[in-house]
C-alpha cells in the first residue's frame, strides 16, 4: 500500500520541485553551506517566526550541550515548498518545523521520520494536549514534539447581548439562533452571528468546529468517509448554517465569500454580536488600538449541539518540532537532532522555556498543559480574556479528521459542496453525500 502511495506523490511533487532542487540552499537564509563544517552541526529548518527567540534558545542549547546547530529560515508562504525543494534535491536537513496537515504526505514521501523510539522525548506527551499529540501521530507512529498550538474558538460581543436583554451567554447552538433572533429583533444586528465560509485555508477548521460541537465527525476510526450520516456525520452542523442563513436570516448570506480575516475586522467593528474565530485573535479584539469592541469580547466555550451527543467540542491545529529521514541515517546525527527537538518541544533545563517564551513575546499558543499554571502566563492572558475558559477550551480540542494525503483534493469537493447547501444549490443530504462520495474515491485510489 504504501509504495503505491510514494509513487502517486512523487508523480505529483516530484516534477514540480526536482527543476529548483539545485536551488535548495540559496533559498534559505544562511542554511546549506554549514551542512559539513566543523563540529558537523545539527541543520535546523524553520520558518522566519520569532527568529530572535529561537536564535537565543539555539545559542542557549549550544551552551548547554555543546552541539552545533546550523540554523535556517523561510518566510511562511515559501516554506513549504522550499521545504520539498530540499527534500528531493538531498539537501541536509536534521530537524525543521512541521504543520500538521503536511504530515501524511512527508510521512508517506519518507522525508520525516517517527521520534517515538527516543523515550526521552515521549515522556512529553503525558503533559501534552492530547489533540497535540493525536496532531503528529501518523500510522501509530509519533513525529515530533509540539512547537505551537491553538483552536476554534466562539466568541461574543458582551454590551450588545446586554442591551438586547441577555443575560446568560449561549450554552447550545439552539441558544444560538435564539439569542440572536432577539438581537436582530432590537436592530442591533442584522446579522448577529459572524461565519466566515469563503474557500479558503481556514474553511475545514470552522466546519470542523461546528461539526465536532455538534457530536459529528466527518469519518470514521477506519478513515471512512461519515460525514453524510444524519446522527453522527456533518449533517446537523451544515443544516444549522442553512437554516441560520435562509429560515432565521441570523448570519450573512454572503458568508460564502467571507474569509477570516475579513470576518475579524466585520466582529472587531461591532457588526455582529456572536463570531467562530481563532482563539489567538482575541488579543487583537480586545485591543483598544485595533479592535472597537475592546474590553467586552468575551470568549465561551463551543456551543453544543442538541441531542446526546452535542458537546462543547472544537477543532484544535499544532505546528510540531519533525526530525528528517537525513537525520534518522545516522545514529549520532539523529540522537543530536532529538535533543533539539527536546530543548525547543520539551523542557530546557527542566523548564518548558520555548513553548513559555513564544506565548509571553509572540502571544502564539502552546500545547503542554502545566504551562496554564505558570504565574507570567496567567497573568498574560488575564490581560485580554479568561484563563480558565481559555484552558477548558483546549482541553476539548480535537485534530482534524480529515488530514490525509488526500486532503488537499478532497477540501476542494467538499468546500464547494457546503458553499452549494447555503446557497441551496443542492440540499445538505445532496451536498454530504457528494462530499463522501468524493472522500472514499480519493481514499480508494491512494490505497
Not at 532542487?21 to 520558518?47: E, I, K, R
Not at 503528529?136 to 458582551?158: I, R, S, V, W
Not at 467571507?258 to 466582529?267: P, W
Not at 467538499?414 to 474515491?441: C, F, I, P, R, Y
Amino acid at each position: 500500500m504504501k509504495k503505491v502511495q510514494v509513487s502517486k506523490f512523487a508523480r505529483r511533487e516530484f516534477l514540480k520541485y526536482s527543476a529548483a532542487a539545485a536551488t535548495a540552499g540559496a533559498m534559505s537564509q544562511g542554511f546549506g553551506s554549514l551542512a559539513h563544517a566543523a563540529g558537523d552541526p545539527v541543520n535546523f529548518y524553520a520558518w522566519s517566526a520569532a527568529v530572535d527567540q529561537v536564535k537565543s534558545h539555539v545559542a542557549a542549547f549550544e551552551a548547554s550541550t555543546g552541539i552545533k546547530v546550523s540554523y535556517g529560515n523561510n518566510p511562511w508562504a515559501q516554506y513549504r515548498e522550499a521545504a520539498i525543494t530540499k527534500f528531493v534535491g538531498n539537501a541536509p536537513l536534521d530537524m525543521l518545523w512541521v504543520s500538521d496537515s503536511w504530515l501524511p504526505e512527508w510521512a508517506e514521501a519518507g522525508w520525516i521520520k517517527p521520534v517515538d523510539d527516543f523515550d526521552f522525548l515521549m515522556k512529553y506527551n503525558s503533559d501534552a494536549e492530547k489533540f497535540c499529540t493525536d496532531s503528529m501521530t501518523y500510522k501509530g507512529e509519533q513525529y515530533g514534539l509540539t512547537y505551537y498550538t491553538d483552536f476554534m474558538g466562539f466568541m461574543c460581543d458582551e454590551v450588545t447581548l446586554n442591551n438586547a436583554g441577555i443575560g446568560k451567554k449561549p450554552e447550545t447552538w439552539d441558544d444560538v439562533t435564539e439569542q440572536a433572533l432577539k438581537i436582530k429583533a432590537k436592530g442591533a444586528s442584522e446579522y448577529p452571528v459572524m461565519l466566515a465560509l469563503a474557500q479558503e485555508s481556514w474553511l475545514i477548521e470552522f466546519m470542523a468546529a461546528m461539526v465536532y460541537s455538534s457530536g459529528g465527525s466527518f469519518t470514521d476510526g477506519d478513515g471512512n468517509a461519515l460525514m453524510h450520516h444524519k446522527d453522527d456525520g456533518a449533517v446537523k452542523a451544515l443544516q444549522w448554517i442553512v437554516d441560520a442563513v435562509h429560515k432565521h436570516k441570523i448570519v450573512s448570506p454572503g458568508c460564502v465569500e467571507i474569509g477570516e480575516l475579513t470576518g475579524l475586522k466585520a466582529f472587531a467593528s461591532g457588526n455582529h454580536a456572536f463570531a467562530l474565530l481563532p482563539k489567538y485573535r482575541m488579543r487583537m479584539l480586545n485591543d483598544p488600538k485595533q479592535s472597537q469592541i475592546a474590553g467586552r469580547c468575551k470568549q465561551i466555550l463551543m456551543p453544543r449541539g442538541t441531542g446526546p451527543k452535542g458537546s462543547h467540542a472544537t477543532v484544535g491545529w499544532m505546528r510540531f518540532h519533525g526530525m528528517t529521514a537525513y537525520a534518522r541515517a545516522d545514529k549520532q546525527r539523529a540522537e543530536n537532532a532529538a535533543r533539539l527537538i527536546e530543548w525547543f518541544g520539551g523542557k530546557a533545563d527542566g523548564e518548558y522555556k520555548f513553548q513559555k517564551i513564544l506565548f509571553t513575546d509572540i502571544g502564539a499558543g502552546f500545547g503542554v498543559k502545566p504551562l496554564f499554571k505558570d504565574p507570567e502566563v496567567r497573568a498574560a492572558y488575564s490581560s485580554y480574556t479568561d484563563i480558565n475558559v481559555i484552558e477548558k477550551q483546549q482541553g476539548l480540542a480535537r485534530k482534524k479528521d480529515v488530514v490525509t494525503p488526500w486532503f488537499g483534493e478532497w477540501m476542494e469537493t467538499n468546500g464547494a459542496a457546503w458553499q452549494k447547501a447555503v446557497l441551496q444549490q443542492s440540499s445538505v443530504e445532496d451536498a454530504l453525500k457528494a462530499s463522501a462520495e468524493k472522500w472514499d474515491e480519493l481514499k480508494k485510489e491512494y490505497s
